[in-house]
């Protein structure tokens, strides 16, 4: 948590209110902390608001968050004085998080608020004390945390609909492109692109189901059968092989023995009962976990690859033609690996541009490769 450091009113720090009832402020100086002051109040309403939707820690924390940013709002309360006037607009970047904290509450708002919290100006600022310029840090990490549980909940959801949109975005594009460079008419390559989306969006639904099923049947053969239940009155008490059951599931020399005894019906002691484990008990097959989670992530990469292969074919669906269809399909998709793009980067606290760029760069260049590609083959069989 952040620490509570009270900014000292009696100090004569540049910062303090009483160096500013010393020399009276500048207008410049109004303006920032007036502007400051706005800030702090909706970053507050921000942690308030996904409090709101929050319940046990997390929800004390962020309660907590909230009411450190009162106390900055305090300090410019203190410093502004009767300059105080009426509320100001907190920034576009503190009003949007605002917005998506009381309408969505997720893990965005928390990857947007940390990037908000490390850009914080009190470091440089020589009104803010050096405790809230603390503040600030501590809060980026206490962000941090909480994001880091939002993303880790959703990695496997998320990772499949950027890699399967992606996958349909580029892999489709190249495709078209390829096809067009090649001189072919802009019928087949519509053709061309159709055939790619549902070839590609049925291997990507076959090759997640498959996986998924297959790992669910790893997990099954690695679980503990309940044949201890049965045998264990059947075996020979001076020849058995039941200690080494147990020791082969990964206990302690000590469990293991305890365990055996527990299960010969030996064990007349009062021993460590923390060497005493629950009961085995048949564990019911859950077919919602063996099928319905291979059929969904099947369904889900499948809709997932479609959705971003479609996009470069649209201008042809529509009856474009030629370098203009080309064209407006390598904007479309340069726009939504933009989109994708800054998703991750909002998603992973860093910069969303960056990240959105890297994804078009990565994108068109992979499309012009197979572009020039397709130029060379059209010339060769031409």
């Not at 009190?122 to 310029?133: L, Q």
Request: include cysteine; charged fraction near 20%; glycine fraction near 10%.
């Amino acid at each position: 948590m952040s620490p509570h450091v009270q900014p000292n009113p009696s100090a004569t720090s540049p910062g303090s209110p009483a160096a500013a009832a010393a020399a009276p402020p500048s207008a410049a100086e109004i303006k920032r902390w007036r502007q400051y002051l706005a800030d702090e109040r909706a970053e507050a309403a921000v942690y308030r608001d996904l409090a709101e939707n929050r319940d046990g820690e997390e929800r004390e924390i962020l309660l907590a968050l909230a009411e450190a940013e009162g106390r900055h709002e305090a300090h410019w309360l203190a410093l502004l004085g009767e300059h105080a006037g009426k509320p100001r607009s907190a920034s576009l970047r503190s009003q949007f998080l605002n917005f998506l904290a009381r309408h969505f509450g997720s893990v965005f708002v928390l990857a947007l608020a940390q990037r908000a919290e490390s850009r914080s100006p009190y470091i440089k600022d020589p009104n803010a004390t050096e405790a809230m310029a603390a503040d600030e840090q501590i809060h980026e990490e206490v962000v941090r945390g909480l994001a880091t549980r939002g993303r880790n909940r959703l990695a496997g959801t998320f990772r499949a609909a950027v890699f399967g949109a992606n996958d349909g975005l580029v892999s489709n594009l190249s495709l078209v492109m390829g096809m067009a460079a090649s001189g072919v008419a802009s019928s087949v390559v519509l053709l061309s692109g159709i055939a790619g989306l549902l070839a590609g969006a049925m291997s990507m639904g076959a090759g997640e189901f498959i996986s998924v099923r297959s790992q669910r049947e790893l997990l099954d053969a690695t679980r503990p059968t309940q044949v201890t239940l049965a045998a264990a009155p059947k075996l020979d008490l001076e020849h058995n092989e039941l200690l080494l059951v147990y020791l082969a599931r990964g206990m302690t020399q000590e469990a293991a023995q305890h365990r055996v005894s527990e299960r010969l019906g030996l064990l007349s002691c009062d021993c460590d009962p923390s060497l005493s484990l629950h009961p085995e008990e048949a564990a019911e097959e859950d077919q919602h976990e063996t099928v319905g989670t291979a059929w969904g992530a099947a369904l889900s990469s499948f809709c997932f690859f479609a959705s971003g292969a479609i996009i470069p074919i649209l201008p042809f669906l529509f009856g474009m033609t030629g370098l203009p269809a080309l064209l407006v399909a390598g904007g479309l998709v340069g726009l939504a690996l933009l989109g994708t793009g800054g998703v991750v980067g909002l998603l992973s606290g860093t910069s969303p541009v960056t990240r959105g760029l890297r994804q078009l760069g990565i994108g068109l260049g992979a499309a012009a490769v197979t572009y020039v590609l397709g130029l060379v083959f059209g010339t060769v069989v031409g």
